[in-house]
Structure formats: C-alpha cells, structure tokens
T-cell receptor
Framework: AQSVAQPEDQVNVAEGNPLTVKCTYSVSGNPYLFWYVQYPNRGLQFLLKYITGDNLVKGSYGFEAEFNKSQTSFHLKKPSALVSDSALYFCAVDGSGGYNKLIFGAGTRLAVHP | EAGVVQSPRYKIIEKKQPVAFWCNPISGHNTLYWYRQNLGQGPELLIRYENEEAVDDSQLPKDRFSAERLKGVDSTLKIQPAELGDSAVYLC????????????FGPGTRLTVL
C-alpha cells in the first residue's frame, strides 16, 4: 500500500539556522513526491515536486528537497530559516502512477524562533 | 489570477442535518478534487473530477456523501445526513489536466457537527 510518514510532529529551529523536515514514503512503481505548506486559515500551497532526474529539487521560497531512493526519503531543507517559514508542512506521494492521486503525510509543524 | 474559491468558510450544524459545500476552481483547470482533512492529519481524497466526470470516487462514503460538477466548472459536495464524525475541514483543489501537476487548494470549509 502507498503511504507517507512524517516522523516528527514538530520541528523547532532558530532563525538563520538550517532546517530539515523529514519524509519517508512507500510506493510501488516510480515515486512522484511533493511538498506542500499550509499557513493558518489558508489553503495548502505547492512548494516543490520530484518526478525524475536530479535528486536535489529546488522549489519556492528557498526550499529544496533531496530524493533518496535507497532510503525511500524525500526530506525538505532550507539553508537559513526565517520566522515567516513557521507553518505546517505536508509531504505527499502520488499513489496512482501519475494520475495525481495524492496521499499525504500527517504533517510537521515547523516553528522558527527569532 | 483568482485562486480556488470555497464557501462557506465555516459551518456549524446539528447531527442528522444536511450540509453543502461549494467550490469554484481556477479558470481553465479541468481537474477538480475534494479532500477531507481531519484534525492533526493530512488531507484525504474524497473524489476527483475530470471535467464533469467523476473519475475516482472510491473513497467517497456514498451512503451519505454526494458530489456534482455540472458543466465541468463549479462543484458542490453534499452530506446528508451529517454525523458527528464528519466534523473536519473540507478542501477543494484544482489542477490543469491530470498527470503530475501541482494542485491549487482553496482555503477550505470548516464543518462542525454538534
């Protein structure tokens, strides 16, 4: 069965420090992976996706994610965190082989402290 | 460009009452999705439309939930009768065609069933 795990409910980081939000997945076939961010009272916003090619994917707002096939991981990273990055982050996998049927993880709350 | 519009933003009803949610996708997006997001969890797909056709409703509880997308634009999701366990945020999203494209989410409707 297709699934996504986000092992951390919350990640705390100081402003200016690098951040990592972890995601592991289980899918049959080629993995199509996504990160979305959810700010309070707003809809989810797309950050980046991995389809194929370079394992390091760059996205919006300075975020990037590294696809690791052997570890079945797709961790979200940013070199220098901002207070405004504080939000709820969701990892998702397309479990339908390219038909955009997303399976989301439970989410990780990122708190960036001044 | 206007984003995905949903109404109402909040709805409080008593159990056994009917309720309906409305969604207007981004202009030109022919794929529309309804998700349910329970507290502390990621969104779960309920139904996906390609134009006016429901191509994936495998996770829609058909005994009480129904949806329609007349003319392939706006969509309505209905619950009748509502149960306590239906309390959640109902999200609408749209994308341009199927395939591995980013989905654009509306702000959601927060339903509370008393």
């Amino acid at each position: 069965a297709q699934s996504v795990a986000q092992p951390e409910d919350q990640v705390n980081v100081a402003e200016g420090n690098p951040l990592t939000v972890k995601c592991t997945y289980s899918v049959s076939g080629n993995p199509y992976l996504f990160w979305y961010v959810q700010y309070p009272n707003r809809g989810l916003q797309f950050l980046l996706k991995y389809i194929t090619g370079d394992n390091l994917v760059k996205g919006s707002y300075g975020f990037e994610a590294e696809f690791n096939k052997s570890q079945t991981s797709f961790h979200l990273k940013k070199p220098s965190a901002l207070v405004s990055d504080s939000a709820l982050y969701f990892c998702a996998v397309d479990g339908s082989g390219g038909y955009n049927k997303l399976i989301f993880g439970a989410g990780t709350r990122l708190a960036v402290h001044p | 460009e206007a984003g995905v519009v949903q109404s109402p933003r909040y709805k409080i009803i008593e159990k056994k009452q009917p309720v309906a949610f409305w969604c207007n996708p981004i202009s030109g997006h022919n794929t529309l999705y309804w998700y349910r997001q329970n507290l502390g969890q990621g969104p779960e797909l309920l139904i996906r439309y390609e134009n006016e056709e429901a191509v994936d409703d495998s996770q829609l509880p058909k005994d009480r939930f129904s949806a329609e997308r007349l003319k392939g634009v706006d969509s309505t999701l209905k619950i009748q009768p509502a149960e306590l366990g239906d309390s959640a945020v109902y999200l609408c999203a749209s994308s341009f065609l199927a395939g591995v494209n980013e989905q654009f989410f509306g702000p959601g409707t927060r339903l509370t069933v008393l």
